[in-house]
């Protein structure tokens, strides 16, 4: 199993690795410290009323652009573990992208969001597959912690 601190720094690693796999551990751990670092800003930005309705906060409008900063920072390396992930489930990284686009589209997109979510809920491929090396057997990249 990957750890949190493991999972991060794979995460940031293999920025923009769109081959291999990524365990379920890997994928989830990385979902919380995003939602973590996401959410920090927003209880700092409630906690002194970064959003009011007269005039704009200037600490708020900082909060405000340090998470979407974060969030396009986070983007490609995001694509890239779902990629991984689905190909850890012996499935085409193509359908990061068929997820994104039937997510734009009302109610359809939500029960796909939820599909999502259940599918990266499966373990994965035991043994080596199609897109790479079993990753819960010790393969997860060549020098990663050295």
Not at 76 to 104: S, Y
Not at 130 to 142: A, H, L, S
Request: proline content about 7%.
């Amino acid at each position: 199993m990957v750890t949190f601190q493991e999972a991060v720094q794979l995460f940031f690693k293999r920025y923009t690795d769109f081959k291999g796999r990524s365990r379920r551990s890997e994928y989830w751990w990385v979902q919380l410290f995003n939602f973590i670092v996401v959410l920090i800003p927003v209880i700092l930005m409630l906690a002194i009323g970064g959003i009011t309705e007269g005039e704009p906060n200037p600490i708020g409008i900082a909060l405000i652009a340090v998470i979407g900063l974060y969030v396009l920072a986070i983007i490609i390396p995001g694509i890239a573990l779902g990629v991984r992930r689905f190909h850890d489930l012996d499935q085409t990284g193509w359908l990061v992208l068929v997820f994104a686009v039937v997510g734009q589209i009302p109610l359809v997109g939500l029960l796909a969001s939820i599909g999502q979510i259940v599918w990266f809920c499966f373990p994965g491929t035991v043994g080596p597959n199609k897109y790479g090396p079993d990753p819960k057997q010790g393969n997860i990249v060549p020098d990663t912690f050295s």
